[in-house]
């Protein structure tokens, strides 16, 4: 429960008299400070563009490149207009995973109120994108499996048993998708924390050093997993769409 209920950092005042002012959970106190430096540094980024860029200007320049030949890979060229959904989210993962490794903070990532949320934005934008791409009603045909695709006298025989089936079977295993993203970085980014400061108070000068350089790791890769499964959750709403629409 204390992974959930965080203690708060601060109340925010209500100026109706009537009413108490209200605590802020410390996740979404963190959570806003990285929006806050990542606001941050787009701003500054794009005031100063040149064309000899520098230093935060070529970063962010490699870092949009390092998004574009992610998603032309797995989504094509033309799914570079899903840039700012991919993009904020794996940039607001990985900042929210490394701000835990800052002595007196925490990482929002590692409370599941904040995964749970972000999962929450991913599972929605992907169908979202599928049914604006060809329409709600071709898109979702394709929660029908290959029943769809039967000749119409097979249809009209198996239709009414296959068809609860395969339509069953595709909400789970769609649903069970932002359960495993939720829980995947959860896990990872709280036990890694929990680590980190369970070694802290055993040999504060020695052993927090090399398990800080595999909590940098880590954070990585769980923020290459979130992007890399976003990206092909909107590969495949994509697919389906055309896929139906033909």
Do not use: C
Not at 113 to 122: E, I, K, R, S, W
Not at 217 to 243: D, K
């Amino acid at each position: 429960m204390e992974a959930i209920e965080h203690p708060a950092l601060f109340m925010i005042p209500n100026f109706l008299p009537f009413l108490p002012g209200r605590f802020v959970p410390d996740h979404v106190t963190m959570a806003w400070l990285v929006m806050l430096v990542l606001g941050t540094l787009a701003y500054l980024a794009q005031r100063g563009l040149r064309e000899v860029p520098g230093p935060l200007q070529n970063l962010m320049e490699v870092t949009i490149e390092m998004f574009h030949g992610l998603i032309d890979g797995v989504i094509g060229h033309h799914g570079r207009r899903y840039l700012p959904l991919i993009g904020a989210l794996g940039l607001f993962i990985l900042f929210s995973n490394l701000l835990g490794l800052i002595p007196g903070m925490k990482s929002p990532t590692a409370n599941i109120n904040t995964t749970a949320g972000l999962a929450v934005v991913t599972f929605f934008a992907y169908h979202t994108i599928g049914v604006r791409e060809v329409g709600a009603l071709t898109y979702f045909k394709h929660f029908l499996g290959p029943v769809g695709e039967l000749p119409k006298p097979l249809l009209i025989i198996m239709g009414p048993i296959m068809i609860p089936v395969f339509f069953f079977v595709e909400v789970i295993g769609h649903l069970s998708r932002p359960v495993s993203l939720t829980i995947r970085l959860f896990g990872n980014i709280f036990g890694e924390d929990a680590v980190i400061l369970f070694l802290f108070f055993l040999a504060p000068l020695i052993a927090p050093l090399p398990m800080m350089g595999l909590a940098i790791f880590t954070s990585v890769v769980q923020t290459l997993v979130w992007v890399m499964l976003s990206t092909i959750y909107i590969a495949g709403a994509v697919e389906a769409a055309h896929h139906e629409g033909h």
